[in-house]
């Protein structure tokens, strides 16, 4: 079964809403395994621009927020569920997510 690793960054107020909403739309699994993440803290910035809304700091302003990368893997098939999924749970007007294919080596 194909599969990719999907990545985001949300607050750390979020991170069980995001995963949990990841988790029960079919992502986290490795093997037997459920739930698989893998998460660390960093600062993401941003400027919004005159028709933004941030949730966090005020547009027109470089904000620097503290932020955790979240990692899992989604099969490649549910990929598209798993992302729905994620921005529908994100509180981020656009919320900032990557989708790498992985190789079955």
């Known amino acids: 079964m194909a599969k990719v690793?999907?990545?985001w960054f949300v607050p750390a107020e979020a991170l069980a809403q995001t995963r949990e909403a990841v988790f029960s739309a079919g992502g986290g699994?490795?093997?037997e395994y459920e739930r698989c993440s893998w998460y660390t803290a960093g600062t993401g910035t941003f400027f919004g621009g005159g028709?933004?809304?941030p949730v966090i700091g005020e547009?027109?302003?470089e904000e620097h927020v503290p932020e955790l990368r979240v990692e899992t893997v989604v099969?490649?098939?549910l990929v598209v569920e798993v992302v729905a999924a994620l921005r529908a749970?994100?509180?981020?007007?656009e919320p900032a997510y990557d989708v790498y294919p992985l190789?079955?080596?």
């Open 75 to 77: 099969p490649a098939e």
């Open 5 to 7: 690793k999907l990545v």
């Open 103 to 105: 190789l079955d080596a």
């Open 59 to 61: 547009r027109g302003r």
């Open 51 to 53: 028709g933004t809304d």
């Open 89 to 93: 749970a994100h509180p981020y007007e």
């Open 29 to 31: 699994k490795i093997g």
